[in-house]
């Protein structure tokens, strides 16, 4: 560029300043109209295309299963609690909420109970019947004297009125207890609930899980116990509170932290006023265009924001640096802007090139949370680079004769003086000590890389309501969702077999299946069906069917008992019995697939699932064939992580492409773009070593390191070669700006620490480490490389000075 063009930038800044503020601010006030428009959606599945294979099957299963979309109820009881009282004011309450669905069945346990232990009062089923063989029996002589015939039949009506009136008074009792299941130590009662409303409605699940627990609250005082919430509905809300909180609270503490690494670093209040009002409209702005092309922040661009905050705010460092360094020295702003321009456009201008290439990349992945990840962050940066290269100069130059510098930037600027001398004088020591260490990091970086997690932290806190009842709940009733997942067997194949080979993979405990269930709750079938033929003439009697009939008792009682004693072996009692089951039962042991049957099993693994990579420990030990077996959420993750994996590989190669041409384009010296690719690669993959020893696994978040620290390093790299060529003696200038800039990203992601959840917290320390490292890269070795040239050219001016 030649000096024509940063005269005409410079004059337009100054003549316009009126009208850029203007501008500014009419595009502020409506962004932040749409910017209170957007919305959170927190859902892990969306990251990759909805009409994906994967998505579809998930979905499918999810139907079959029918186990999405429902909200548990916890009751933790005491001694003296009804649980059937409790159950039935909750049921009351429900039956009130215009969106409330049903309840779903507690389990198989209850039917089976319900149409077999507690068939009914079968003392006087037997009487009944009895009477009333005696009664056919005794018409057959055709006495009409014999009052034998009267007694039997005033015998068999008695017992009807009796059972009838046993039948009425425990009708709602038998209601109400399909819908609720006891833990074995009876301290704990469940209830599910479904709804007419998906809880992918996101304002709805807040809606009604809000709605629930101030129903809650009103019976925790009634019956003086303790109520929780868990599964979807309020997985949901709570993940989408947590990020939204996360959101708030990160972007504010990023802002403060940044404010006042300006205040000591520039010490003007007027100065760093201008620079916090451009950050806030920078980020308005950025929210706006969001709000108009993708309506909702999925769960990546939630932290979209706070990363273009520490990007952003790297370009008003630079322009400020120099503009007031220059103003204060020259006392004439025109020439101050000039010489700014002149100094910092091109390397501003080539830094948020290579990192808006960097984000685009992401688009190529083709997954919609990366795409529109790299599309915020871009659109984002380049919102940022305008209101610093533009709308800071023209405020401050308004205010410029308000404008003063501290005597403590003094002591600041000796600091990086000292610096810029002895960082080269001391490289060679420097590199042999840095450049070993940085090695050994790569090394275990690589191999944390490989052990690439299936399993990312959590959204929300453990000290989450639904985690902590969910655990409870667990522990009450002796089973772990945690360690357990669903393996469907076609009904023809070999339990005995599969169970065996699942079993050998040496991860899985036990497997169950419906027949184990079936036989937990009625004992040997054997003698269940030496009880079913005692029954099966009684059943038979047409009077005591039509009474069973009555009170809708035939289906789960007489059917059952016709089940078990035409089933030969308990196996295929198991799968007659599932026929008569209602769907919301049926469901959770039969599956449906490609015109198939299958029953499901109950896989309990040794290693949590949703822990230390236990998805992927799992599904490694698992054919092709069998991991298809597995149905839900484990599986869609396990295919989704693997797509993740296999596509980053796209953006990293375009990243570490366009970073090296850049650098090219800019420096036109092959030797520093092979430096620069080096470095940040290096820097990059050496802050997964340090995650390494920090417990911090490799994750689909916290591999968009790569990108982010290229991004980020490449904007140092470029002014710190431009500045070393162009003036040897002052590029300490540049080690203090490139040093700010790297702090406020630092301070930025680290400020995700507040955060409720370890999702985010796992990325930020990765992102952290990797500032650092580039920080190591970029400040001290770059001069390290260059000491010759350095203190050569120092020793030149003191040389002269002596003369």
């Not at 409605?201 to 116990?225: C, M, N, P």
Request: proline letters at 3%.
């Amino acid at each position: 560029m030649n000096k024509n063009f940063y005269e005409k930038m410079t004059n337009f800044v100054i003549k316009n300043s009126k009208i850029i503020i203007i501008i500014v601010a009419v595009l502020t006030a409506i962004s932040s109209f749409l910017a209170t428009k957007i919305g959170i959606d927190s859902d892990l599945l969306k990251i990759i295309p909805q009409d994906s294979p994967i998505i579809q099957e998930y979905n499918y299963e999810q139907k079959e299963l029918s186990s999405s979309d429902i909200m548990i109820t916890s009751f933790f009881l005491n001694e003296n609690s009804d649980p059937e009282k409790i159950a039935l004011d909750f049921y009351d309450f429900m039956q009130n909420e215009p969106t409330f669905n049903n309840f779903t069945e507690t389990d198989l346990s209850f039917l089976l109970s319900f149409g077999l232990v507690y068939l009914g009062d079968t003392d006087i089923l037997e009487t009944i019947s009895s009477s009333i063989n005696d009664f056919f029996e005794a018409a057959k002589s055709a006495n009409p004297y014999d009052f034998k015939t009267i007694e039997y039949l005033n015998t068999a009506i008695e017992n009807v009125y009796q059972l009838e009136s046993n039948l009425s008074n425990n009708n709602a009792t038998t209601e109400i207890s399909s819908y609720y299941a006891l833990s074995p130590d009876k301290k704990v009662m469940i209830m599910g609930s479904t709804f007419t409303k998906p809880v992918t409605d996101l304002d709805y699940a807040s809606y009604i899980v809000q709605k629930i627990k101030k129903q809650s609250d009103q019976l925790e005082k009634k019956y003086d116990i303790e109520i929780g919430l868990t599964n979807a509905y309020v997985t949901q809300y709570e993940s989408n509170k947590a990020i939204s909180n996360d959101f708030s609270k990160t972007t504010i503490l990023s802002v403060i932290l940044i404010i006042t690494v300006f205040i000591i670093a520039f010490g003007s209040i007027y100065t760093t006023i201008v620079v916090f009002v451009s950050l806030i409209i920078s980020m308005v702005m950025t929210m706006g265009v969001s709000q108009l092309l993708f309506t909702n922040l999925n769960i990546i661009t939630t932290f979209v924001i706070a990363i273009t905050l520490g990007l952003g705010i790297d370009y008003g460092i630079h322009i400020v640096t120099v503009l007031i360094n220059e103003y204060k020295n020259r006392n004439d702003f025109e020439q101050a802007l000039f010489i700014t321009y002149k100094n910092t456009f091109i390397p501003l201008l080539f830094g948020v090139l290579t990192t808006v290439v960097v984000f685009l990349s992401l688009t190529l992945m083709g997954l919609p949370a990366f795409t529109e990840m790299g599309l915020m962050s871009s659109y984002g940066l380049l919102i940022f680079f305008f209101m610093m290269v533009f709308f800071v100069p023209a405020v401050i130059y308004l205010i410029r004769d308000k404008i003063k510098v501290s005597n403590f930037i003094i002591y600041i600027n000796r600091l990086f003086k000292k610096l810029g001398y002895r960082i080269p004088k001391h490289g060679n020591v420097i590199s042999y000590i840095i450049i070993p260490i940085i090695v050994v990091l790569i090394g275990f970086g690589i191999m944390n890389i490989i052990n690439f997690s299936y399993t990312p932290p959590g959204m929300i806190s453990e000290k989450s309501e639904s985690i902590i009842v969910g655990e409870k709940i667990s522990e009450a009733f002796g089973t772990n969702t945690f360690k357990s997942t669903k393996y469907i067997m076609r009904i023809d194949e070999n339990f005995d077999k599969i169970s065996a080979d699942l079993l050998s993979t040496g991860l899985v405990d036990k497997v169950e299946s419906l027949p184990d269930m079936i036989k937990s709750q009625i004992g040997n079938f054997s003698d269940l069906k030496s009880k079913i033929n005692e029954y099966s003439q009684i059943v038979k009697n047409p009077i005591v069917v039509s009474l069973l009939k009555k009170y809708n008792m035939y289906n789960n009682s007489l059917d059952l008992i016709n089940i078990a004693s035409k089933s030969k072996d308990l196996y295929q009692f198991s799968l007659n019995i599932s026929e008569i089951l209602p769907e919301t039962v049926k469901s959770n042991f039969i599956f449906e697939k490609n015109n198939e049957k299958y029953m499901i099993l109950n896989v309990y693994t040794s290693i949590e699932l949703w822990k230390d990579n236990g998805i992927k420990l799992l599904f490694d030990e698992l054919n092709p064939e069998s991991q298809e077996r597995v149905v839900g959420l484990s599986k869609a993750m396990f295919k989704i992580m693997t797509m993740v994996k296999q596509k980053f590989i796209i953006p990293m190669i375009v990243s570490f492409a366009s970073i090296w041409l850049l650098t090219l384009i800019s420096r036109k010296k092959i030797g520093e773009a092979f430096e620069a690719f080096v470095g940040l690669f290096a820097a990059s993959a050496a802050s997964f070593g340090i995650g390494y020893f920090f417990g911090i696994e490799t994750t689909f978040v916290t591999l968009m390191t790569f990108p982010l620290v290229f991004g980020i390093g490449a904007d140092g790299f470029i002014h710190l070669f431009h500045s070393i060529d162009e003036d040897k003696i002052h590029y300490w200038h540049t080690l203090k700006s490139v040093t700010l800039s790297f702090l406020t990203s630092a301070l930025t992601f680290g400020s995700f620490q507040i955060s409720e959840g370890d999702f985010l917290k796992a990325f930020a320390w990765t992102m952290v480490f990797g500032i650092v490292l580039t920080w190591i890269f970029t400040v001290v070795l770059i001069p390290s490389f260059r000491r010759k040239s350095i203190i050569g050219e120092w020793n030149k001016k003191n040389n002269n000075k002596r003369n």
